[in-house]
């Protein structure tokens, strides 16, 4: 198909105020035009882990539909383009509350900046929940990860989280562990395919306030999500669940930081209601935004 609308792309890193740090998404403003082969061919033109398309825009409401290519396939949400968007939105029309219509549900958010400072979104996760892994799924897992049980902390067990998408969830006994990630690219692809999960929460628990995460995404073509706003708010589920949260309710995510690319995501969740909160920040990357090419699609 040849692509008859050139729209304008817009290049931000979320979670970072860093434009070196972060998880880079492409955000497309005006997709209405565009139907699903044209935003995939789009997503993989971009080559980010996720591009965000808003397919519907009520500027005076702030009320905006959101759809999510992976350069591979969409992706029924995430986090990071959700926050970039919500941060090029501010810019444009002020900050402030927002709402994003997305295939998960309605997602809530909030905007705001200091003086001449970069813009924070918070985004209200759909309702979070969390079960405890099969032996099955564990197993091939930590087969194509190349871990042993001895790996992972007693304290934090395997469990398939859901926060928008549905994340494993395995916490690493030491930093080390978490560090010299090296996995099988296709057979960890093969399993997620089997299960729907989009991606592997790996964390370690430095102490109750503070997680360091790494995020494998090999069914989006990308080996690896330098910061993963669902896997967050899943992961505050699955504390929840466990009855593993710190005091506050509050705590912070170190991702990305094996990458090169370190990124900080603040997570609220609490005892009580299923919904969490996530924070960060966004900035554009190199200032500079591009138009879709008209070539074959």
């Not at 909030?110 to 969390?130: C, F, H, M």
């Not at 978490?178 to 089997?194: C, I, K, N, P, R």
């Not at 910061?227 to 170190?254: D, E, N, Q, S």
């Amino acid at each position: 198909m040849t692509l008859r609308t050139h729209p304008e792309i817009l290049r931000y890193t979320a979670f970072t105020t860093d434009p070196a740090g972060g998880n880079p998404a492409g955000v497309v403003m005006d997709a209405a035009a565009l139907d699903e082969t044209a935003m995939l061919a789009i997503s993989a033109e971009v080559g980010y882990s996720e591009t965000a398309f808003v397919t519907a825009a009520d500027n005076t409401a702030r009320r905006f539909r959101l759809r999510y290519f992976s350069p591979l396939a969409e992706v029924a949400f995430c986090g990071h383009a959700t926050v970039a968007t919500a941060v090029a939105l501010a810019e444009r029309i002020g900050t402030g509350p927002l709402v994003f219509d997305t295939p998960v549900g309605e997602i809530a958010l909030d905007t705001s900046a200091d003086l001449e400072g970069p813009v924070t979104a918070t985004l209200t996760s759909v309702p979070t929940r969390s079960r405890p892994a099969t032996t099955a799924e564990l197993d091939a897992s930590l087969a194509a990860l190349r871990w042993s049980p001895q790996d992972l902390d007693p304290a934090l067990p395997p469990h398939v989280a859901f926060g928008g998408n549905e994340h494993l969830v395995l916490a690493s006994a030491t930093r080390e562990r978490l560090a010299a990630l090296d996995y099988d690219f296709d057979a960890l692809a093969e399993v997620m395919h089997g299960h729907g999960w989009t991606t592997l929460q790996l964390v370690w628990r430095e102490n109750p306030e503070l997680f360091h995460a790494r995020d494998p995404f090999p069914v989006g073509g990308v080996v690896e999500d330098p910061a993963t706003g669902a896997a967050a708010a899943a992961l505050g589920g699955y504390l929840r669940t466990l009855h593993a949260l710190p005091p506050t309710g509050t705590f912070t995510i170190h991702q990305g930081e094996d990458l090169g690319r370190p990124s900080l995501l603040r997570v609220e969740a609490s005892t009580t209601h299923p919904r969490v909160r996530v924070s960060g920040h966004a900035v554009a990357i190199g200032g500079a935004s591009t138009r879709a090419g008209a070539g074959e699609a």
